[in-house]
């Protein structure tokens, strides 16, 4: 089968959705599907490339804000495909689609729904506005929609569709590599434990609560025994220094910037516990979540839908969202109990291998692919 994947947002550029899209793609590739990846052109210097063996093909936008672009050229490529796997939200190309399938009815379309969009500015509000518009009549065109949590779908903007069109829907869960990701041989917790914290500190992912995290840790700064690493970059990154500092907090707040694919399983292993400390539905799942366990990494997260659905409480703690001294109050339970966090730990890495593999997901996805 001719597959395309077309989704806003691709690697090197970080987050979920573009990385999803990337591991989907790959494991289809690999099931024996001709696949090609359609995703906006935000350099100049890159048109076309393959990464891992998946065709990427990039399209000058007529239009770009954000992670939103308008793409009109995507409706000619996509005759050739017998199915169109659209990851959304993508404003600007999810409209493609919609109008692509008026006139191409054979073609099989696959929803990804990722997350809902909040907390939009006024002009991005505008860009969005069409395909808000035509988002219910697009999900009625689609064959099927997945999703990396039923959870979430089921309490996000779409959950009235859900209840009235359960049988099209597709739990997909996400993959970690397992086998990249591990455990240090030498697992022992130590008397100053290193904290993590993994995400985009730009404004596109202001919901992963970087913040909230630090105003925790504001209040454990009598205690001598954490020091906190943060993996990431992007425009708020200077305004999270300046709050570490205000709050004297720079000598026990690492910021590591962004961190290679090789040297990012190092950082992981070599850390005690993992948080996630996100603020709304912004966050959908945390793919990060998975890499945490998989590196035998207990973890805190909010109780969010979609993100309480990755793990349970034998692998670590929800916390109430931007709720500052629950989150203290989870975090100094792994600080004082070593016994737990030696027991979590070991949970952790089992659910990422039983559930989360790269060969236990590829099996799932490819069996969707063949409903179509």
């Given at each position: ?84 796997y659209l990851h959304y939200p993508f404003f600007g190309g999810a409209e ?49 929609i997945t999703a990396g949590s039923l959870d979430y779908i089921q309490n ?122 996100s603020i709304n539905k912004g966050e959908a799942f945390g793919i990060v ?84």
């Amino acid at each position: 089968m001719k597959i395309a994947h077309v989704v806003c947002v691709f690697p090197p550029y970080g987050g979920g959705i573009g990385k999803s899209a990337l591991d989907f793609s790959i494991m289809m590739r690999e099931g024996g599907h001709q696949v090609d990846v359609y995703a906006p052109l935000y350099t100049n210097d890159i048109s076309e490339d393959d990464s891992n063996s998946t065709k990427i093909i990039r399209i000058k936008p007529i239009l770009k804000l954000g992670n939103g672009a308008f793409v009109p050229r995507l409706f000619s490529k996509l005759k050739k495909y017998d199915l169109v796997y659209l990851h959304y939200p993508f404003f600007g190309g999810a409209e493609i689609i919609w109008f692509f399938k008026l006139f191409n009815r054979k073609t099989k379309v696959i929803f990804h729904y990722h997350m809902d969009v909040i907390g939009l500015s006024p002009l991005f509000k505008l860009l969005s506005f069409p395909s808000k518009m035509i988002e219910k009549s697009l999900l009625k065109k689609a064959d099927l929609i997945t999703a990396g949590s039923l959870d979430y779908i089921q309490n996000s903007q779409i959950k009235n569709f859900y209840t009235d069109n359960p049988g099209i829907f597709r739990e997909t869960y996400f993959p970690v590599d397992t086998k990249k990701f591990h455990t240090r041989t030498d697992r022992g917790v130590r008397e100053k434990k290193e904290i993590l914290f993994v995400g985009g500190l730009d404004k596109a992912h202001y919901f992963k609560g970087l913040n909230v995290l630090i105003d925790a840790l504001f209040l454990l700064r009598k205690r001598n025994d954490w020091i906190l690493k943060v993996v990431g970059e992007g425009n708020l990154k200077q305004e999270y220094i300046k709050k570490c500092e205000e709050k004297k907090l720079s000598s026990r707040v690492e910021f590591l910037g962004s961190v290679s694919h090789e040297d990012l399983p190092i950082v992981y292993r070599e850390s005690d516990f993992f948080v996630l400390p996100s603020i709304n539905k912004g966050e959908a799942f945390g793919i990060v979540l998975l890499e945490a366990m998989a590196s035998g990494l207990p973890i805190i997260a909010s109780n969010l839908p979609g993100v309480r659905s990755v793990f349970t409480d034998k692998e670590g703690f929800l916390t109430k969202p931007s709720d500052r001294e629950d989150l203290a109050d989870k975090i100094k339970i792994f600080l004082d109990d070593d016994s737990l966090l030696t027991e979590m730990s070991e949970s952790a890495r089992r659910l990422s291998v039983d559930k989360y593999s790269y060969e236990t997901i590829s099996k799932r996805i490819n069996s969707i692919v063949d409903e179509v």
